[in-house]
T-cell receptor
Framework: AQSVTQLGSHVSVSEGALVLLRCNYSSSVPPYLFWYVQYPNQGLQLLLKYTSAATLVKGINGFEAEFKKSETSFHLTKPSAHMSDAAEYFCAVTKPGNTPLVFGKGTRLSVIA | DGGITQSPKYLFRKEGQNVTLSCEQN?????MYWYRQDPGQGLRLIYYSQIVNDFQKGDIAEGYSVSREKKESFPLTVTSAQKNPTAFYLC?????????????FGPGTRLTVT
């Protein structure tokens, strides 16, 4: 079975500071990993995905994530936080094919001016 | 524009009533999914369908039913048997081919049952 653990339900950073949102996964097969962002009362928008190509993945809005198999991690980073980054972020895992995503519980990011 | 439509955005019902949430996609995706979102719980899978006329239960299917008569449509019925139906419901679709595999999400329906 696959699972995702997101460390920290709430992360607060100052504007301009580094953003680091942690995600660890468990999977019996090579995983496909995703980060999604959700703004209040909206659906989820894909930030970036890892599908067994390059281990460092760049996404939209300046975010990136690195797949580390030895650590079973897929942490999301952004060098400099912007006020517009305040949202909820979800890490998810799946396997090839039309199989459902398994989501972490989410991390709410607050950005302080 | 291609995408996923969920209607309505907000839905209010009295306890004991069944209610159907709409989900339509024009992305030509084979697979569709329903998730339920509660604060602090992440997204939990209710049902999914990989092809027309076939669907599978997810982790929290009790009190819900679905149909998949057309590729474009995957309505979810919240029955009176669902003990705590108030939640935010998200529909998604995917094609699962090539290097894709990500799911595309609709804007969600917030259901309130009183």
């Amino acid at each position: 079975a696959q699972s995702v653990t997101q460390l920290g339900s709430h992360v607060s950073v100052s504007e301009g500071a580094l953003v680091l949102l942690r995600c660890n996964y468990s999977s019996s097969v090579p995983p496909y990993l995703f980060w999604y962002v959700q703004y209040p009362n909206q659906g989820l928008q894909l930030l970036l995905k890892y599908t067994s190509a390059a281990t460092l993945v760049k996404g939209i809005n300046g975010f990136e994530a690195e797949f580390k198999k030895s650590e079973t991690s897929f942490h999301l980073t952004k060098p400099s936080a912007h006020m517009s980054d305040a949202a909820e972020y979800f890490c998810a895992v799946t396997k090839p094919g039309n199989t459902p995503l398994v989501f972490g519980k989410g991390t709410r990011l607050s950005v302080i001016a | 524009d291609g995408g996923i439509t969920q209607s309505p955005k907000y839905l209010f019902r009295k306890e004991g009533q069944n209610v159907t949430l709409s989900c339509e996609q024009n992305l030509n995706h084979d697979a569709m999914y329903w998730y339920r979102q509660d604060p602090g719980q992440g997204l939990r899978l209710i049902y999914y369908s990989q092809i027309v006329n076939d669907f599978q239960k997810g982790d929290i299917a009790e009190g819900y039913s679905v149909s998949r008569e057309k590729k474009e449509s995957f309505p979810l019925t919240v029955t009176s048997a669902q003990k705590n139906p108030t939640a935010f419901y998200l529909c998604a679709s995917s094609t699962g081919t090539g290097s894709s595999y990500e799911q595309y999400f609709g804007p969600g329906t917030r259901l309130t049952v009183t």
